[in-house]
């Protein structure tokens, strides 16, 4: 059995930012990045102390608090609607719990239930 050799820093830093691009995200979870790489968790941490430090190597946001984000107006129907396909063509599914949703949305599940708007319903 051959061992694959050990994934450089800059190697994995161009699997983040290529990640984040392929995925349509402006930051990018770790649990997201893994498995949509299938890499270890070992894999980034022999190379960062945190996720936030590769993710900014890479050029691209690990995710703010939500005092650090700014307020957005809400999305109106249509983008909910385009997210939610996005997402699925993604997937490659017709049906998405909301957990499989979260997972790549820009947009929460939440935000539906807060739009009650009846194209949604």
Not at 59 to 85: M, N, V
Request: net charge positive.
């Amino acid at each position: 059995m051959t061992e694959t050799p050990p994934l450089s820093k800059q190697a994995l830093v161009d699997m983040i930012a290529a990640a984040a691009q392929a995925l349509g995200l402006d930051s990018l979870p770790q649990k997201v990045f893994l498995k949509h790489t299938g890499l270890s968790r070992f894999a980034v941490d022999k190379h960062f102390d945190k996720w936030s430090d590769a993710c900014r190597a890479a050029g691209i946001a690990h995710g703010r608090s939500l005092a650090e984000q700014p307020k957005k107006p809400s999305p109106t129907d249509e983008e909910c609607i385009a997210e939610l396909k996005r997402v699925a063509q993604l997937r490659g599914v017709t049906t998405l719990t909301s957990k499989q949703y979260n997972e790549y949305a820009r947009i929460g599940a939440k935000t539906f239930g807060r739009n009650r708007s009846p194209a949604l319903t």
